[in-house]
C-alpha cells in the first residue's frame, strides 16, 4: 500500500488517494476466488471445482473484485490514514474506486477529520475559592448527627400527646359514612407535627393520651392525587396505642468511645473539625478544576465537526446503560418511566457531550504546543495502575488498550496539569445561597 495524496477538500474533510500494488491486489483476488468458488457452478465443472479463470471467463474478469476490495480496503485506509497523519471521526467514508486491474488497485477516500485548534492564554488562567472555616456549629452538627444515629425510642408516660412525639395509631377514614380504599392503618408510626398526613390530622391528636379513641376531622386538599377524594371532608376513627419520644444519648467521653476510636471528646472534636476542612478542601478543589474547564472551553478555538458531538453523546448513553443495568436495570424500561423518547435523552447529553470534547481538544493541543511526550515509565505505570484497578493480568490491559491510545490519555492529563499549576488563584467570599448549596 502506498498513499500517492492527502488533501484537504472542505472545512475537517479530507480526500486520500490509495494505491495498492498489483501483487496485493492479485493475492487478494486468489483469496476471494479460493472462498467463493465453492459455491459457483460452471457448466462442464462439478460444483466448486471450475479454475479461476474459467469462472472470470464465464462470469467476467471482474467478478471477485469486490470481494478483494472489501478484504483490502479497510487495512490500507487505515494505514494511509496513519501516514498522513490525520484521524478521521466517523465512520461515514465516501469511497471512489479509480481504478482496478493488473497494475493494482486506486481508490480515493473522503474521510471527516479532527478540527485545527487553537488555543491561547491557557497559563495564568484566573480562578476563584472559597475560604475554608470550619465552625464550633459545624462541629455540633456533626456530632447531633450522630447522636440521632445512636438514639433510642422509649415511651411516654403520665402525659398527653405533643408535637415531636411519635403516635402508635389505629386508624380508618371514611367519606360520607362509606370507607374509602387506602384510608386504613394499624400500628402505624406517625411523628407529630412532620405533615406527613393530611393537613389538620397530626395537629389533632396532639393533646390526646395512649388508649384514646377518638374522631379526627379534615378535609382532603383540592389537588389530592385521588380525585375522587379531593375537596371532600373526612372523618377518622383513630386509636392512640402509645406515644414515643426519641432519647438522645447524652454527649459525653463515654458516648465518644461507644461511636469512635477515641477516648475524649476533645479529640473527637478534632477529628470531626479535620474531616470537615478537607472535605471543604476537596470542594474547593472540585470548584476550581470546573472553573479551569469552563475557561478551557471558551479559549479553544475550532470548527468541531458534528460527528464528534455525536460520537460522545453515543459513548455516554452507552455508559449511562452499563449504570443503570449495574443497579438491575434495562434502558427500555428507564425510557418507560422517565416518559423519555430517544430524540430527547440525547438533547439531555448534548450539553456535556460538547464541553467534553471541547475541553479535549484543548487539552490534546496545549499537549503538542509544550511538546508534551509520556516516557516509557509513565506509560508502563499508567498500564500498572489500570490492570490494579480492574483487577486484571496486566498483559491483558496492554492487548485491550493500545499504547497509541494510552499515551494520547496520559499527554492530555499532564496538560491539564500544566495548566492547572499556572492556575492565578485568589479566594472570594462566598454567599450564603452558594453555601446552602453546597451542603
Known amino acids: 500500500m502506498s498513499l500517492k495524496s492527502c488533501n484537504k477538500v472542505d472545512t ?41 479463470a474459467f469462472v472470470e471467463k464465464y462470469y467476467g474478469e471482474n467478478v471477485f473484485y469486490e470481494d478483494a476490495i472489501n478484504d483490502l480496503y479497510p487495512a490500507a485506509l487505515e494505514s494511509a490514514v496513519e501516514e498522513a497523519g490525520i484521524e478521521f471521526v466517523e465512520d461515514k467514508i465516501d469511497f471512489e474506486l479509480v481504478s ?61 400527646a405533643e408535637n415531636g412525639d411519635i403516635a402508635v395509631i389505629d386508624f380508618e377514614g371514611f367519606v360520607d359514612g362509606v370507607a374509602f380504599e387506602g384510608g386504613k392503618g394499624e400500628n402505624h408510626n406517625l411523628t407529630l407535627g412532620s405533615g406527613q398526613f393530611i393537613p389538620g390530622f397530626e395537629d389533632q391528636i396532639v393533646g390526646h393520651s395512649s388508649g384514646e379513641e377518638f374522631d379526627v376531622n379534615v378535609t382532603f386538599p383540592e389537588e389530592y392525587h385521588a380525585s375522587e377524594l379531593a375537596g371532600k371532608p373526612a372523618v377518622f376513627k383513630v386509636k392512640l396505642h402509645e406515644l414515643k419520644v426519641k432519647e438522645l444519648p447524652q454527649v459525653d467521653d463515654e458516648f465518644v468511645k461507644d461511636v469512635s476510636e477515641f ?9 470531626i473539625r479535620k474531616h470537615l476542612t478537607e472535605a471543604a478542601e476537596r470542594r474547593n478543589k472540585d470548584e476550581i478544576e470546573n472553573q479551569m474547564v469552563d475557561k478551557l472551553v471558551e479559549l479553544v478555538q475550532a470548527e468541531i465537526p458534528e460527528a464528534m458531538y455525536q460520537n460522545k453523546i453515543n459513548d ?37 457531550a460538547e464541553r467534553q470534547v471541547k475541553v479535549r481538544l484543548a487539552l490534546e493541543k496545549i499537549a503538542a504546543l509544550e511538546e508534551i ?21 496486566l ?29 492565578v488563584i485568589s479566594e472570594a467570599a462566598a454567599s450564603e445561597e452558594t453555601e446552602k448549596a453546597a451542603e
Do not use: C, H, W
Request: glycine share 6%.
Open 12 to 52: 475537517n474533510r479530507s480526500q486520500l488517494e490509495v494505491a495498492i500494488s498489483g501483487e496485493e491486489f492479485e493475492k487478494a483476488l486468489e483469496a476471494a476466488y479460493r472462498r467463493e468458488n465453492k459455491k459457483i457452478m460452471i457448466p462442464g465443472f462439478r460444483k466448486g471445482k471450475a479454475p479461476r
Open 100 to 160: 482496478a486491474g493488473k497494475d493494482g488497485l486506486v481508490f480515493k477516500a473522503t474521510v471527516t477529520t479532527k478540527p485545527e485548534v487553537s488555543i491561547e492564554n491557557y497559563k495564568g488562567i484566573a480562578v476563584t475559592q472559597k475560604p475554608i472555616t470550619v465552625t464550633d456549629e459545624d462541629v455540633e452538627a456533626e456530632i447531633k448527627k450522630v447522636q440521632e444515629r445512636n438514639s433510642r425510642m422509649v415511651t411516654v408516660e403520665g402525659r398527653a
Open 263 to 271: 477516648d475524649t471528646l476533645d479529640a473527637y472534636k478534632e477529628d
Open 316 to 352: 455516554d448513553i452507552r455508559d449511562f446503560d452499563y449504570r443503570l443495568q449495574a443497579q438491575g436495570l434495562n434502558f427500555e424500561t428507564y425510557m418507560k418511566y422517565t416518559g423519555m423518547n430517544a430524540e430527547a435523552l440525547r438533547a439531555s447529553f448534548r450539553p456535556q
Open 373 to 393: 511526550k509520556p516516557t516509557e515509565e509513565e506509560i508502563q505505570a499508567e498500564y500498572e495502575k489500570i490492570a490494579n484497578a480492574y483487577s486484571v493480568e
Open 395 to 423: 498483559e491483558n490491559v496492554k492487548k485491550m488498550i493500545a499504547e497509541a491510545d494510552l499515551v494520547k490519555d496520559i499527554a492530555v492529563e499532564k496538560a491539564a496539569g500544566v495548566v492547572r499549576d499556572a492556575l
